[in-house]
């Protein structure tokens, strides 16, 4: 169990890591959930701005869900840093 964990905490700051590099934050926010679907999943996510955490604030949440030619290219720019 403690390397499995260890593996997982590992890839968790390598993606960390990849994520500051390419969008060069403030700061991160790491979140880990699993509460409705027994399961651990993280989200890691870039801040440029003081201020609540970007989930709480509505404007956020009523955003368009990014198209997927958005996803590719967001996907393909931080493989870069990996």
Not at 57 to 74: I, T
Request: glycine content about 4%; charged content about 25%.
């Amino acid at each position: 169990m403690a390397t499995a964990r260890s593996q997982f905490f590992d890839e968790l700051m390598r993606a960390g890591r990849a994520v500051w590099q390419c969008f060069k934050p403030r700061k991160l926010d790491y979140a880990c959930y699993g509460n409705v679907v027994p399961h651990v999943h993280w989200h890691i996510i870039p801040r440029k701005v003081k201020g609540p955490p970007p989930w709480t604030v509505s404007k956020f949440a009523k955003g368009k869900p990014a198209s997927p030619e958005f996803r590719l290219r967001l996907a393909r720019r931080l493989r870069r840093y990996v």
